[in-house]
């Protein structure tokens, strides 16, 4: 599928007249798709490529060493590894119950670290030890710092482009209690794939505000399409020759607080377009990097009042981000 892909540098360096185009653009994006592509978002290429060589490195070492920092299953947030399996997406949307028997059938063929903002005391980070894996731990942070002033710039472009006051958004987001996840789909039987009981993650949303995604150039992303319900489309990887790409996505905290004006983008993860039709041999492993924008944990998660009227009365309720964050993952489990 061709999102559209915006020049996000013209928000902040452009003319007043760009800047509100580009803010204006966006919204109307994510009121379309739910998604959306940015080129010039402000992240280096070379800190882009050091997050996705991190994912690599993490996932190569020994099964003992990751599991000595498994995330406790559970409805907080999550830290650490996670293996193939744990989280069972499917469980998420009750359509993806549709034709099958049990939830518990239906399983993740993807494994994943999750790290929260640095120096956690809350919900304490989870790292290998530094002989195991040396300048991990600050990579990760490093980039969570840099992903998390790209979200706030992407809610004072969401501020203008939905004409809301300065700092609506942004000061909903202090201090920070956003999540980095790196994934690895792993080889998995084409097969088992096609017989529709496993897929690398199962049609979801997900909890936060907006997600950043960069993928690697094997494929698989899909996004629900708003005029089909029910059907995906790729999202195809950038041309590597050319500008780093940045998927976005708007998720569940973003819908509550517009009262369902802009809504969650649906997505999965599957078999490439490449491979799709094939049940022989494997499909390809595949990586990816995610940040998952949230709202700071004790802030509303229930409508904005400037998307509650008499005629659209609030349709969610009064609940914190971290509340609604517990509420969805104890789903997951």
């Given at each position: ?51 996705m ?6 996932f ?40 099958q028997t ?36 600050k990579l990760?942070e490093?980039?969570y ?49 096609a ?21 690697d ?7 629900e ?81 400037h ?21 969805m993952?104890?789903v997951?489990?």
């Amino acid at each position: 599928m061709d999102l559209p892909t915006l020049d996000f540098s013209l928000f902040k360096h452009g003319s007043d007249a760009e800047s509100r185009k580009l803010a204006k653009t966006l919204v109307q994006s994510f009121r379309d798709h739910g998604f959306v592509k940015l080129i010039n978002h402000g992240l280096p290429e070379d800190a882009v490529k050091a997050y996705m060589a991190a994912a690599v490195e993490f996932f190569v070492l020994p099964t003992e060493s990751k599991m000595k920092i498994s995330n406790a299953r559970g409805p907080n947030p999550q830290r650490g590894f996670s293996w193939v399996g744990a989280e069972q997406t499917s469980k998420l949307r009750k359509e993806n119950l549709i034709g099958q028997t049990s939830w518990d059938e239906l399983t993740d063929a993807r494994e994943h670290f999750d790290a929260g903002p640095p120096g956690d005391t809350e919900f304490p980070n989870k790292w290998p030890s530094e002989d195991e894996l040396p300048g991990f731990q600050k990579l990760i942070e490093s980039c969570y710092l840099q992903f998390q002033n790209i979200c706030l710039d992407l809610m004072s472009a969401m501020e203008v482009g939905l004409d809301l006051p300065n700092g609506t958004l942004v000061e909903r987001c202090k201090p920070a209690s956003s999540e980095m996840r790196l994934n690895h789909y792993p080889p998995t039987n084409l097969r088992e794939l096609a017989e529709g009981k496993v897929k690398r993650t199962w049609p979801h949303t997900d909890f936060g505000i907006i997600t950043l995604l960069f993928q690697d150039s094997i494929g698989g992303l899909e996004l629900e399409q708003r005029s089909q319900p029910g059907t995906f489309a790729p999202v195809l990887p950038g041309n590597p020759n050319g500008p780093t790409e940045m998927v976005v996505n708007i998720s569940d905290t973003f819908q509550r607080w517009t009262n369902d004006v802009i809504k969650a983008g649906v997505h999965q993860v599957t078999v490439p377009p490449t491979m799709k039709g094939l049940t022989e041999g494997l499909c390809q492993e595949r990586y990816s990097g995610i940040f998952f924008f949230k709202a700071h944990r004790d802030t509303s998660a229930g409508p904005l009042p400037h998307f509650v009227t008499e005629k659209r009365p609030a349709v969610y309720d009064e609940i914190t981000a971290l509340q609604y964050q517990q509420r969805m993952t104890k789903v997951l489990y």
